[in-house]
């Protein structure tokens, strides 16, 4: 396989996960917002997501709308959903003798969706989450259609390695951003819906109740994103990952520099024996900080080898 | 319907593909007008609405581009198929097969001995002074002596029903993919018609092309790949289509690298090497160090690995000299120089405005004639002399003056008409073919049908893609005209 389209198989999936990361988070901001009237997340999402230093504060429902619609519609917003899945169809559209035909289809399908003309005013009356659900389900259908129709050849390690580098990082975002900041004199804290919608956000608010049954601490959070292997949103289940692809890609490719295997069974390795207690003694920002470290030389070590070799 | 059928109001002086002259339905389309008859306006228009869906869902696209902001166009289809009968597409067939094999001598012949000039065929300066003609090319052998491996026929039918040949594109003719696509779509939209009509097959183009190639080297597994120009490309969707369905990579000249002349590509598991090129960039941008050293679509140093026999490229570069608008004129005779055989398919009679004679006889007939620059292609730079302005004659004679021989004149021929479904009525509309042949080391073949192509406008007689033409499926039924 082309580097060139190996390189692109990645980026396909990465923006499908970013897409899929950023509209799980307008839902539960608008959801929460729903509980708390407190429409303050939405400019820390605008900072930290698109990259945009709002001019006004955010005080009404009006103003959460108006937002939603720049966060996936604005086409001067390169990281607007719109901007991301027309990425991903890029992509897609490069790649063509090497995905299902199904797969092009759905990311087809989703980037003609969005694209409609008008389709953000259509949507300026609609109810947001309806919104955000029918295109949600078009991440699911290519998830799905991926997991059914794509040979388990190169291109599925390849889009797999970049699935799960994006997941990754967003877990490791989310522990960063949202609670290593968790603001503790903030009242909603102790509002049971705070923990619910923090937990929904990622994903994680089902495993959480049957695992820690219905009582929240920020501990059974960190312990349940960072380490627990059953999580498919957390840590170490996105390194396994990487770490399965990578080694099947080795093994296609017949390489023999072993260093990026080496890095991430490493990192897999760590993650393995890393308990809540060790966490706590180092420090949740140390632990993130170090894995950052390893997952920056993994990123490096993914482009020497596979995208841009030296001859 | 029966009454959309009666008011079908054919062109003057024009053949039509579904009906005869007095307005009768011609035999090879009879199921068909009775399938029209029993179907209700509204349904055409939805399976009209259908097939724009389906294009839009397949990505079967070309990009336009305006204010800096790519638009993306599905290509214009009629849902009416054109039907051909066998026996004359098998005439159509051997024509194409008779001329493809006498251009391809031709090249091999201008490229070394030139015995065509020496025996006084045609005149030096047509092929010295020609811009396509390629000084890198000469006494340099091809693989397998093959220079047209993929060469697209324009056909028209004149006035009496005979098809002439309008071009032969030897530059990467594109269309293929909307061959197939239009193909794929007329299967869903005549469920019953399709079967019963037994139409000859297009589907396995991407198979016949690929066995074709790998006869250029003896290797049991060559690699071949199709270089394209890239995603910005207005043809980028066939270029995908065909390495999809040919299941050969499809490169960028970004993706090659040069190692003691041979040509590999750079993939995940390292160098790989390559032995057959499909480009679909022209000579031109094909390698900076030849031809224009702008250029950073092709790969510098690929011309000298095609001339030192590690890679063959497909087309082979100057092709192009074969399909110039000033040397089609002597298709004929060099049909009857290298074959010694009578042409199958008729020339566009076609006058050489740098012959003094032949001018005059242009200009004082100019209603009836176009006039078309040797270089120009895409239905650019074409005067056609039946409806242009005093004015607009002069201003196009003065520029033609300054470089008389890069200009030919050919009559006006009035192609002929097919039934199109617009805007709510059955009309006439111009139609060509262009069939699509691929020559191998030992064999040329020629896909059955190809691409007919659809002048949209009201009497226009532009079919080209780039001016608004559209298209249709092409079905050759097992069945003749009057059979």
């Known amino acids: 396989m082309l ?33 708390s009237g407190d429409y303050s997340d939405w400019s820390r999402i ?47 559209r490069s790649v063509q003798e090497h995905i299902s035909r199904e797969l092009w289809l759905s990311v087809n ?35 799905s259609v991926a997991d059914i129709s794509q040979e388990r050849g190169n291109a599925y390690c390849f889009m797999n390695l970049g ?100 890095l991430l069974g490493k990192l897999s390795s760590t993650l393995k024996y890393t308990t809540i207690e060790s966490i706590k003694i180092k420090g949740l920002e140390n632990f993130l900080k170090e894995i950052n470290v390893d997952l920056n030389k993994i990123s490096i070590s993914i482009d020497e080898t596979y995208f841009n070799q030296k001859y | 319907m029966e009454k959309l059928i009666g008011q079908y109001h054919q062109y003057p002086n024009t053949w039509d593909e579904m009906f005869d002259a007095s307005g009768g339905v011609r035999s090879l389309y009879q199921e068909f007008s009775s399938f029209l008859n029993n179907i209700e306006f509204e ?49 159509i067939e051997k024509g194409i097969v008779q001329r493809i094999k006498t251009l391809n001598l031709f090249l091999r012949d201008i490229y070394h ?62 269309g293929v993919s909307y061959m197939l696509e239009n193909r794929e779509i007329t299967r869903r939209l005549y469920p019953n018609l399709m079967p019963k009509h037994k139409v000859l097959a297009v589907d396995n183009y991407p198979q016949m092309l690929y066995k074709q190639l790998k006869t250029l080297v003896d290797k049991s597994d060559p690699e071949i790949v199709l270089l394209t120009p890239g995603l910005y490309n207005s043809a980028y969707y066939e270029h995908t289509t065909l390495a999809r369905l040919m299941g050969v990579e499809l490169v960028e000249g970004s993706d090659l690298v040069l190692d003691n002349h041979e040509v590999f590509m750079k993939t995940a598991s390292g160098l790989r090497k390559i032995d057959i090129i499909y480009r679909r960039i022209d000579d ?49 005779k060099m049909i009857q120089y290298y074959l010694n055989q009578e042409p199958i398919l008729k020339n566009i009679q076609t006058y050489q405005m740098d012959h003094p004679d032949q001018k005059e006889y242009v200009v004082n007939n100019i209603e009836k004639m176009v006039i078309k620059k040797t270089d120009g292609s895409g239905g650019y730079g074409m005067l056609m002399g039946n409806n242009v302005s005093e004015k607009e004659i002069d201003d196009y004679l003065h520029q033609l003056n300054k470089n008389p021989k890069n200009y030919i004149a050919q009559p006006i021929l009035n192609l002929s008409t097919a039934p199109c479904i617009l805007d709510n009525e059955l009309v006439p509309r111009c139609v060509d073919l262009r069939p699509f042949a691929i020559s191998g080391a030992n064999k040329i073949e020629v896909c059955p049908g190809g691409l007919t192509r659809v002048a949209m406008r009201k009497g226009s007689l532009v079919v080209n893609s780039s001016q608004g033409g559209g298209s249709k499926d092409t079905w050759i039924i097992n069945k003749s005209e009057d059979a």
């Not at chain 1, 390189?7 to 839902?27: P, V």
């Not at chain 1, 990754?168 to 804290?189: A, K, M, T």
């Not at chain 2, 100057?318 to 004929?332: F, L, N, R």
């Open chain 1, 3 to 35: 580097s060139r389209v190996a390189n692109n198989l990645f980026w396909m999936d990465r923006y499908m996960e970013r897409s899929y990361g950023l509209l799980n988070l307008i839902k539960t901001t608008y959801n929460a917002t729903l509980d």
């Open chain 1, 46 to 92: 605008l900072t930290t997501y698109l990259g945009k230093t709002p001019e006004i504060e955010f005080r009404n429902h009006q103003d959460t709308i108006s937002t939603i619609l720049y966060i996936i519609f604005d086409d001067t917003n390169s990281n607007s959903v719109l901007n991301m899945i027309t990425k991903a169809r890029e992509n897609a």
């Open chain 1, 109 to 143: 399908k989703y980037y003609l969706h969005l694209s409609q003309d008008n389709i953000s005013a259509k949507y300026k009356k609609e109810d947001p989450i309806s919104i955000v659900n029918e295109l949600l389900q078009y991440n699911h259908i290519y998830y």
């Open chain 1, 163 to 262: 699935k799960y580098l994006e997941r990754v990082v967003q877990s490791i975002d989310f522990l960063d951003v949202r609670i290593i900041n968790l603001d503790q004199n903030n009242e909603n804290l102790y509002e049971s819906y705070f923990f619910k919608n923090l937990l929904i956000s990622i994903g994680g608010y089902q495993l959480y109740l049957k695992t820690f049954k219905s009582i929240f601490s920020i501990e059974n959070i960190i312990e349940m994103i960072a380490i627990n292997e059953k999580f498919p949103r957390s840590i170490i289940y996105s390194v396994n990952k990487l770490n399965i692809h990578t080694q099947r890609l080795n093994n296609f490719n017949q390489i023999n520099d072993n260093k990026l295997i080496f």
């Open chain 2, 43 to 91: 349904n055409l228009n939805q399976m009209k609405d259908f097939s724009n869906q389906f294009f839009r869902n397949q990505g079967v696209t070309f990009t336009v581009y305006n204010d800096n902001k790519g638009v993306e166009r599905i290509f214009p289809f009629d849902v009416i198929p054109r039907i051909i009968g066998i026996k004359e597409w098998t005439f």
């Open chain 2, 113 to 174: 001995e030139q015995f065509i000039i020496k025996d006084k065929i045609i005149p030096p300066q047509l092929v010295i002074n020609n811009r396509y003609f390629i000084r890198e090319m000469i006494n340099l052998s091809v693989p397998k002596n093959v220079y047209t491996h993929i060469s697209g026929v324009d056909l028209i039918r004149d006035k009496s029903g005979d098809f002439h040949v309008l071009e032969d594109n030897l530059r990467t003719p594109s």
């Open chain 2, 284 to 332: 031109d941008f094909l390698d900076p160090l030849s031809f224009n050293s702008q250029s950073v679509l092709g790969l510098a140093g690929i011309m000298e690995s095609f001339r030192q026999g590690k890679v063959c490229i497909v087309n082979a570069p100057g092709t192009g000299i074969a399909d110039d608008k000033a040397i089609y004129a002597y298709v004929p």
